[in-house]
Each structure stands twice: as structure tokens, then as C-alpha cells.
T-cell receptor, first 112, second 111 residues
Framework: GQSLEQPSEVTAVEGAIVQINCTYQ??????LSWYQQHDGGAPTFLSYNALDGLEETGRFSSFLSRSDSYGYLLLQELQMKDSASYFC?????????????FGAGTQVVVTP | DAGITQSPRYKITETGRQVTLMCHQT?????MFWYRQDLGHGLRLIYY???????DKGEVPDGYVVSRSKTENFPLTLESATRSQTSVYFC??????????FGPGTRLTVT
């Protein structure tokens, strides 16, 4: 089986930096994905890490440590539009190919 | 228009009725997924498909049926709707599997 843990909520001010951690337990592992979802909207893909290290895409970066079963999403120069829920997701390499599991999500609240 | 669409966007049905939610994508992606989203549970995988005529169960498949006769369509059927199936349903597609594109969702209420 698989399980993922991420904080339920993070609050920060505009311009700040926020780090959302995700720890996972899985019998096998392909990679860690991150998605953003605004209230009432659909999830949108942010990043995918299959190898250890940091991947940077604009203001957002994602990190993975396979040995620690841990990853994080880093949101820099926070803007009001970044207020949303952020989900990490994993796919197990020993389970059926497509059995993705998502974390419960972290709500990021950006204040002026 | 290119993309992934779901219909209907909103549906109210009664307990025991059969309901089919439609999903259509124009990218010719191989992989398609159905998720349900409930407060406090994030997204839970119901069924997925790696190609036409290839489907497999996800985390919460009971009470649902899927088919995929064409690459672009992946309908989800609730055979006999129950109140516990009240949820928001998202369809997603992907070429690689790890970068998924989600449809706008269907908000289903079972009374």
C-alpha cells in the first residue's frame, strides 16, 4: 500500500516563501508529482520528480529525496493568486501501473 | 476545441438510479483516469485505463463501471447510485501517466 502525509494548511504573506513537505510510504516508487487546485477548479499539474534533487520552474521548485521518502514544493515570491490547495501524488512501481495516490492536500493561504 | 471535457457538469439523481458521467479528450493521450474528490480525502482513484480496451481498478472501484472502446472517451457509470457516491468527479488524461491533465469536474448529488 501507499500513504502520503502533508500539512493541512500553511499561511504566509505576499512575497514570502512557503515550503510544503510531503512524506510518503510505498512499497515501490516511480516519482513524486505536485498539483495545484483553486477552490471550485480542477487540479493542474505543477511538477514531477523521478530523480533526487531540485527541479525549478519559475517561482515554484520541487525537491525529492528518494532515500528519505520525502519531497517538498517550494513557492517563492508568493502572490495572492497562489492561494490554493496543493497536492502531492505518487505512483507505486510494484502495484498496478496506474495506481496513483494523492495526499489530502495542503491549503496555502496568502495574506496581504 | 482541444482539451479534456466532462459532461454533465452538474447532476442530481436519486438513490438506485444508473448514472453515466462522460469524459472526452482530444489529445489522443493513452492514459485516462477517474477520481472522486471529497472533503478531507483529497483525490481518490476509481479506475484508470492505459489504452483502449485496457482498464483497471483504482483505490475505490466498488459501485462503478468503466469502459474504453475509443481512445478519446472514458465514461464512468454508477450502476445503482448511493448517497455515499455524492462527490465531485474528475477525469484526467496523460501521455506519460505522471503529468495528468484534469477535466473541469462533474458535481454529482445523490438524493
Amino acid at each position: 500500500g501507499q500513504s502520503l502525509e502533508q500539512p493541512s494548511e500553511v499561511t504566509a504573506v505576499e512575497g514570502a516563501i512557503v515550503q510544503i513537505n510531503c512524506t510518503y510510504q510505498t512499497s515501490g516508487f516511480y516519482g513524486l508529482s505536485w498539483y495545484q487546485q483553486h477552490d471550485g477548479g480542477a487540479p493542474t499539474f505543477l511538477s514531477y520528480n523521478a530523480l533526487d534533487g531540485l527541479e525549478e520552474t519559475g517561482r515554484f521548485s520541487s525537491f525529492l529525496s528518494r532515500s528519505d521518502s520525502y519531497g517538498y514544493l517550494l513557492l517563492q515570491e508568493l502572490q495572492m493568486k497562489d492561494s490554493a490547495s496543493y497536492f502531492c501524488a505518487v505512483r507505486s512501481s510494484t502495484d498496478s501501473w496506474g495506481k496513483f495516490q494523492f495526499g489530502a492536500g495542503t491549503q496555502v493561504v496568502v495574506t496581504p | 476545441d482541444a482539451g479534456i471535457t466532462q459532461s454533465p457538469r452538474y447532476k442530481i439523481t436519486e438513490t438506485g438510479r444508473q448514472v453515466t458521467l462522460m469524459c472526452h479528450q482530444t489529445w489522443s493521450h493513452s492514459y485516462m483516469f477517474w477520481y472522486r474528490q471529497d472533503l478531507g480525502h483529497g483525490l481518490r482513484l476509481i479506475y484508470y485505463s492505459a489504452a483502449a480496451d485496457i482498464t483497471d481498478k483504482g483505490e475505490v472501484p466498488d459501485g462503478y463501471v468503466v469502459s474504453r472502446s475509443k481512445t478519446e472517451n472514458f465514461p464512468l457509470t454508477l450502476e445503482s447510485a448511493t448517497r455515499s457516491q455524492t462527490s465531485v468527479y474528475f477525469c484526467a488524461s496523460s501521455e506519460s501517466g505522471d503529468e495528468q491533465y484534469f477535466g473541469p469536474g462533474t458535481r454529482l448529488t445523490v438524493t
